[in-house]
C-alpha cells in the first residue's frame, strides 16, 4: 500500500500525496474553481485532473523533478532553466482568463498593503528598521503601470517540472488569472538569482531586471510574517530574509 505524504499542510489548505495521485484539500472551494479552470485555459502542460470532490480536488502526478526549491540548490542544466522561461513566456501570451489573479493587483492596494506590513515588521522586531527600509525602496519599482498577461500567480520553482530538459508541467493554480507577467518571473527565480539569465534567455524578450529585483523584495517583504504564522521559517537559508538581505 502506498503511505500517505504530506507535501504541505497549514490552516488555509493542504495537499497529500498518495502513490502518483495528490489530494488537494481546500477550505476556499473558490480557490479550486480558479484552478480548475486555469488549467483548463493555459496553454502548457499541466497535471490531469482525475476528480473532484469539494473540499477535494485529486490531481495525477507529473512526470520529472522541480528545478529546486527556495532555500535549497537548484538544479537541471541552463537548457533546462532556459525551457521552463520559454515556458512561461507562452503562458504570459495566452488569451487572458476572465478574472484578475494574485498578480494583477491594483497598485494602490498592493502599496497600501506593503506599507502596512512594514510598519509591523518593524513595530513587531520581526526584522530590523534598515533592512525593511531599503527593501521598501526596492520595491517601489515594481508599482507602476502593467499589460496584463496570463498569470500563474503563484509560480514558485516547487511548482514547475522538468524531465532532462523539456517541462513536464506546471502545478498549483489557485492564484492564477490576468496579471503582471514581471510577477510570475520573479517569483520563480525567487532566492535562486544565478539562474535569472538563462530564463530570460528562455522567456525571449527584453525584461527590466530593476522590477523583478523589486518583486524579490516586495513579496519577500508580504511573506515573512505570514510565513512565521503558518509554521514555516523565512530565516532558514536561502529563504525570503536572505533574499531581502541581498538588496542591501
Sequence with gaps: MDEVRVVVAHSERATLRIGDVFLKVDADQARIDVEVEAMSLAPVPTPEILWRKPPVLAIAALPGTTLGRL??????????????????RKLHEAPLPPLPGRAGRSIV??????????????ANGVLPADLVTRNREVAEAALRPWTPAFTHGDLQIAHVFVD???????????????GDALYDLATFTLGHEERLDDVIAGYGTDIDLDVIHAWWSLRSLLA???????????FAPGCEVDVLRSRM
Design 224 to 234: 515573512v510574517r505570514w510565513l512565521i504564522e503558518h509554521g514555516f521559517d523565512p
Design 109 to 122: 492596494a498592493v502599496a497600501a498593503e506593503l506599507d502596512d506590513e512594514c510598519e509591523l515588521l518593524v
Design 71 to 88: 532555500g535549497g540548490p537548484s538544479t537541471g542544466s541552463p537548457a533546462a532553466w532556459a525551457a521552463a522561461g520559454a515556458t512561461i
Design 164 to 178: 532532462g530538459d523539456d517541462v513536464t508541467g506546471i502545478i498549483d493554480w489557485s492564484e492564477a488569472g490576468q
